[in-house]
């Protein structure tokens, strides 16, 4: 059996995090302890061909501090490179990660639809209108273009491009969810699957009307 120092068996839980991030035990949850043992976003990871552009938005317009890097040798498949990678704090321990290869050739998909460009993006929330406002002024500032802002039905987000061109999304809530909330996203989850399966086109009219069904199912006769 393989033998690790005690500095290597404790290395992951040393990581050096924000001074500001709040520990999982101590965040409230209202909807009571959890049925499940995930407890959030250990990291998300994108590729960048501009380290210093994407240091210098996340950790110096955005202020999210710098906490961890990997400097890798290149290992396994004979198209991995030697690499940098890279972690801020977005908090409660999460992490928004970035790898740099080295000699890595820039790309980008220049005909990815519209629509599903926007599809992917990374939402950071943040808890209050002060708090927006002051990530909109950072941005701002710093001479950047907040692409939009948008009051959803549940959060008001800005939402701006990294260097890399990724959407970035600031969020805040407009209110708490609820148990309802939860119901109606099974709900809405079931007729959508139940419309998909079924032999007609797939639409929202469809999909409202199979929700009307299974919602007066629900109501006790």
Do not use: C
Request: aromatic share 10%; charged share 25%; hydrophobic share 40%.
């Amino acid at each position: 059996m393989r033998a690790y120092s005690a500095a290597q068996e404790t290395g992951r839980k040393q990581l050096v995090t924000s001074p500001t991030a709040q520990p999982r035990e101590q965040q409230a949850d209202p909807r009571g302890p959890s049925s499940h043992p995930v407890r959030g976003i250990n990291h998300m990871a994108f590729p960048t061909f501009d380290p210093a552009g994407t240091i210098g938005f996340y950790r110096d317009v955005l202020g999210l501090p710098l906490v961890q890097t990997m400097q890798v040798k290149a290992w396994g498949p004979e198209y991995q490179r030697d690499f940098v990678h890279f972690f801020f704090d977005i908090g409660n321990a999460d992490r928004l990660a970035f790898f740099y290869y080295f000699g890595q050739e820039p790309y980008r998909d220049e005909n990815l639809p519209p629509l599903l460009d926007l599809g992917q993006h990374v939402a950071l929330h943040v808890d209050t209108l002060a708090d927006l406002d002051g990530f909109a002024q950072r941005i701002q500032d710093a001479g950047l273009k907040i692409d939009m802002r948008v009051m959803h039905e549940t959060v008001e987000s800005i939402y701006v491009r990294d260097p890399n061109n990724i959407l970035i999304e600031i969020a805040r809530p407009l209110r708490d969810l609820t148990a309802a909330d939860a119901v109606d996203a099974e709900v809405t989850a079931q007729a959508l699957l139940d419309v998909l399966a079924s032999d007609g086109e797939p639409t929202l009219d469809a999909l409202w009307a199979r929700k009307a069904e299974l919602i007066a199912a629900r109501i006790p006769a």
